[in-house]
């Protein structure tokens, strides 16, 4: 699985839009790009998933330039509760994986 | 339909004791894979299975185990508890092995060793 570098930390005020980007240089042909997010003591829930260009639900975006080497998972005018952890991992199909997650990016909004 | 279920919820065990946590997965799903979380190491991969059988494991020692039944309910087992040991296990299923596939979490057994 591509080894993936995200920032430890980001702050926001209630009502912007968030950009988090993660960088995934070695990212596989047949990888896709899945976004998590996490709130204290439970599981990551899945957000958003991606393989190029751009993809759109109702809670997020997710842009991912050509060359697939990094990807951006932005939230539109964000609220207290979408203060949490942010996790970007990258993988393909098939198994012998050890899916590995990194440090993810803790999002904290501000009233 | 129901989500993935992890069993006990809370856990206080005595260090040398040993462990049994329960994770059944959503409906169809044949791959779980079990994560130990603490606030220092984030999300540590343990091991996955798929179709009973073990495909992948973390660097974990040998005190860690797991398996999987033919309904692919899946348990993990701690023996010889320490201290280190307390943290969130959580277990995650997937129709399919892979990344790709996505993965739907459960709340997470809390594990206290003292």
């Known amino acids: 699985l591509a080894k993936t570098t995200q920032p430890i930390s980001m702050d926001s005020y209630e009502g912007q839009e968030v950009n988090i980007t993660c960088s995934h240089n070695n990212i596989a042909t047949n990888d896709y790009i899945t976004w998590y997010q996490q709130f204290p003591s439970q599981g990551p829930r899945f957000i958003i998933q991606g393989y190029k260009t751009k993809v759109t639900n109702e809670v997020a975006s997710l842009f991912i330039p050509a060359d697939r080497k990094s990807s951006t998972l932005s939230l539109p005018r964000v609220s207290l509760s979408d203060t949490a952890v942010y996790y970007c991992?990258?993988?393909?199909?098939?198994?012998?994986?050890?899916?590995?997650f990194g440090t993810g990016t803790k999002l904290q909004v501000i009233p | 339909k129901a989500g993935v279920t992890q069993t006990p919820r809370y856990l206080i065990k005595t260090r040398g004791q040993q462990v049994t946590l329960s994770c059944s997965p959503i409906s169809g799903h044949r791959s779980v894979s079990w994560y130990q979380q603490t606030p220092g190491q984030g999300l540590q991969f343990l091991f996955e299975y798929f179709s009973e059988t073990q495909r992948n494991k973390g660097n974990f020692p040998g005190r860690f185990s797991g398996r999987q039944f033919s309904n692919s309910r899946s348990e993990m087992n701690v023996s010889t508890l320490e201290l280190g040991d307390s943290a969130l296990y959580l277990c995650?299923?997937?129709?399919?092995?892979?990344?790709?596939?996505?993965?739907?979490f459960g709340s997470g057994t809390r594990l206290t060793v003292v």
């Open positions: 995650a299923s997937s129709a399919r092995q892979g990344a790709n596939y996505g993965y739907t």
């Open positions: 991992l990258v993988g393909g199909s098939g198994g012998y994986q050890k899916v590995t």
